[in-house]
């Protein structure tokens, strides 16, 4: 058949036509996702349905029918039947949710105004704000002069906090550790932990590969009796039973005792995920880094484990989360921390109405999620950053 | 309860063996400058931090009544918060000068622990609460009543054996946690609520309408809290006892933080001598002449402690009742000073 026989024929590529109105935007992701099959249709109705009937009184007791702190708002008004969260008890507790018995400034304390109720608490407020200080640019990848901005923060700023809070040193009036409380004992708690527990569980992965056979054994010995007790025995016999076994009359501070035993035990944990990551690097990394002449200290540091400890990030970070979570358990022992500040509040009388425990628990359960969730965000921020393309 | 045991039995043993070797307390406590002072960990109207963030309750004006005893000064303390099971370990250890953490008054613990107990600063005891229509005034009025309890206390065996004694019949409406009595009992499931009166009153004023419950009177079962010190140092003990003592002794002569400057010119011989304006009480004691002079001006007598913390005008809205002096149908009692 010749040709021009044919009554039409495109010369060009028609554009694509835009979908169909029912497969895209809003109604075709949920046809997609929510209603493609009748299993799929029935499940979504009743998922639908269980929000709606858990999430608006959620969203009630929680926003809706809260009681916020304002001018006059009195715990009678938390009393009032039908009432949901008492967010103006938080409100009203917050310094000791935050800095626990720490006292106040003695010549601000007497102050009125935003400035005052800053500088009431001073001491503490500017070893949070250091700490944000070093901390954001350590954990921003782009800027320069890490090692500076490390030494400060590891080595000059525990001891800025540690004469910042304790004082006794330049005209500081002395706190015992014993008003240290809240949320301040909850991150020095936490932030210590973290700091020792990583380069001690490092150390102790490389010395439980050693091929020396004290320092092999010592290192298993100590992983191995400090993963195997719980935390609860490790901080009540660190509490309870330790003052008994020292001389009379000695005594070691109480926080200091917990925060020896919760460093130990995530160092324990940590280990064990480093070593992993050691496990997974094939034995040729070891023996190209020695072909080069390096010897062990250089082949750990510059080729082992960067790439060792790559491959656990989400380990590391899961035990840093679980670390920060279980500083709580620090309150059976009669450390004010945040869980411990919460709690005692929960008794106060001056608030007492039915909600009372609620929203404090409410208060405690979103300070907890917000650190925990910055951590894994930061955690997954990283592992992109430092994805060298050998997984897919 | 097996921890219990374990604890009792632990701090028993090295208790022991520590308190042999701790005589001098108050040489001890003098030389450190405060009072290293055993709380709780939170209980209402004993020891609870206030508005200020500072402790305070019954059990902490006890702690500054004994400083200022011996420093003039009632903030030379500071605060251990323990919970029971680290309460007696701390004492062995020499960690905490003295308890005063709502501890019962046992005889286990008084000669089983190496433990002396100073003197009850607060008659606890299970009572009961019902509603205040319910017109209900004694517990013998009580007969088949639904009784709300919490399982596995002995506030459930001291209401079992109440009953029984008395020949009443009761239905127990029995849960593991409090906060499940409490709402049980508000929610009407139960004709009465018991636990211990402190708790009651505290509990109350989570009600919507706390004046709608009444607490009665009558108490049945003995709850004796008392501050503690370590066994084998009468001097420190000595210490402690009487400055309990002082207080009852301020409130039964009338002697108040308000007044106590006034009643310096008392001729009551009585008062005299308690203010140290006639003899000296206190250097046999170790501490200044003008020892209860400092508690009374510092702290006040225990009427201004009971009712400043737990008392009529307080959430917890505790009667005297068996705390009152002797003199007004009590049984608080302190031996005279002279």
Redo the contacts between chains.
């Keep these: 058949m010749a040709k021009n026989n044919l009554a039409f024929v495109r010369k060009d590529i028609i554009d694509e036509s835009p979908a169909p109105n029912l497969s895209k935007g809003i109604v075709g992701w949920s046809k997609e996702n929510l209603f493609s099959s009748p299993s799929n249709t029935i499940l979504t109705i009743i998922g639908m349905a269980l929000l709606l009937y858990i999430l608006p009184p959620l969203y009630n007791f929680v926003f809706g029918h809260a009681v916020w702190p304002g001018e006059g708002v009195t715990v009678e008004a938390c009393?009032?039947?039908g009432t949901g969260a008492c967010w103006a008890y938080i409100d009203?507790r917050m310094?000791?949710f935050v800095?626990?018995?720490?006292p106040?400034d003695a010549y601000w304390a007497t102050q009125e105004g935003f400035l005052a109720s800053i500088m009431q608490y001073w001491r503490v407020n500017s070893v949070f704000a250091v700490g944000v200080l070093l901390l954001v640019p350590l954990m921003w990848p782009d800027l320069k002069y890490k090692t500076v901005n490390a030494i400060l923060f590891f080595v000059v700023y525990p001891v800025f906090v540690f004469y910042m809070l304790k004082g006794g040193v330049f005209g500081l009036e002395e706190v015992?550790t014993?008003s240290w409380g809240g949320l301040t004992v909850t991150l020095i708690i936490g932030l210590v932990g973290i700091v020792v527990s990583l380069p001690m569980g490092i150390v102790l992965a490389l010395g439980r590969q050693s091929k020396m056979p004290i320092i092999k054994t010592a290192c298993i010995m100590f992983i191995e009796v400090w993963r195997a007790v719980p935390l609860i025995t490790v901080l009540?016999m660190a509490?309870?039973?330790l003052?008994?076994f020292?001389p009379?009359?000695m005594?070691v501070d109480?926080l200091l005792r917990a925060l020896v035993g919760v460093s130990f035990f995530s160092a324990a944990y940590m280990a064990e995920v480093v070593r992993g990551g050691l496990q997974a690097l094939p034995k040729g990394q070891s023996e190209a880094a020695a072909s080069l002449g390096m010897n062990y200290w250089k082949s750990m540091l510059f080729i082992i484990l960067p790439q060792a400890l790559k491959h656990v990030i989400p380990g590391i970070v899961n035990s840093f989360i679980a670390l920060f979570k279980d500083t709580s358990l620090v309150?059976?022992?009669?450390i004010?921390d945040l869980l411990?500040t919460v709690?005692?509040?929960n008794?106060?009388?001056?608030w007492?109405?039915?909600n009372?425990?609620i929203t404090g628990y409410l208060f405690a359960a979103a300070v907890f999620w917000v650190f925990c969730f910055g951590m894994s965000r930061y955690s997954l921020m990283m592992e992109d950053r430092l994805n060298t393309s050998h997984k897919n | 309860m097996k921890n219990k045991i374990v604890?009792l039995a632990?701090s028993a043993t090295?208790g022991l063996m520590?308190t042999t070797?701790?005589a001098g307390t108050l040489e001890?406590v003098v030389a450190k400058g405060y009072v290293q002072c055993g709380v709780t960990?939170?209980?209402?109207?004993f020891a609870?931090?206030d508005?200020?963030?500072?402790?305070a309750g019954l059990d902490v004006d006890y702690c500054k009544a004994l400083a200022s005893a011996i420093f003039n000064d009632a903030d030379a303390v500071?605060?251990?918060?323990?919970?029971s099971?680290?309460r007696f370990?701390?004492m062995?250890?020499?960690?905490v000068d003295l308890l005063s953490r709502v501890t019962t008054w046992t005889m286990s613990r008084d000669t089983q622990l190496g433990m002396n107990f100073v003197g009850t600063m607060f008659y606890d005891g299970q009572g009961f609460m019902v509603r205040k229509d319910s017109g209900i005034t004694s517990p013998s009025e009580l007969s088949g009543a639904a009784v709300c309890i919490q399982t596995g206390t002995t506030t459930e065996l001291n209401a079992a054996d109440y009953f029984a004694a008395n020949n009443l019949e009761f239905t127990p409406v029995v849960f593991v946690d409090r906060?499940e009595v409490v709402k049980a009992y508000e929610d009407g499931r139960c004709d009465v609520y018991t636990t211990d009166a402190s708790g009651l009153a505290?509990n109350r004023?989570?009600f919507?309408v706390p004046s709608d419950h009444v607490i009665l009177s009558e108490i049945i079962s003995k709850e004796p809290l008392a501050p503690v010190v370590r066994q084998g140092d009468d001097t420190w003990f000595n210490v402690a006892r009487w400055t309990y003592f002082a207080l009852l002794n301020a409130e039964e002569l009338g002697v108040t933080s308000a007044n106590v400057d006034e009643m310096l010119g008392s001729d009551n011989p009585s008062v005299k001598r308690l203010l140290g304006v006639e003899g000296d009480f206190g250097t046999p004691l170790g501490l200044n002449k003008d020892w209860a002079y400092q508690i009374i001006k510092n702290v006040g007598n225990y009427s201004e402690i009971y009712e400043r913390n737990v008392g009529v005008n307080?959430?917890?809205g505790l009667e005297r009742g068996v705390n009152a002096l002797w003199t007004q149908g009590g049984i608080q009692y302190a031996p005279p000073i002279r």
């Design positions: 009393r009032a039947h009203d310094s000791f800095y626990g018995f720490f106040k015992q014993e009540f509490s309870v039973m003052p008994l020292m009379v009359g005594t109480k309150s059976i022992v009669g004010f411990k709690q005692i509040s008794l106060n009388l001056d007492a109405s039915e009372q425990a | 604890t632990l090295m520590a070797a701790m001890d960990t939170g209980v209402a109207g609870l931090p508005a200020d963030n500072k402790w500071r605060y251990t918060p323990l919970n099971t680290e370990a701390a062995s250890s020499g960690e906060d505290a004023t989570k919507a307080t959430p917890l």
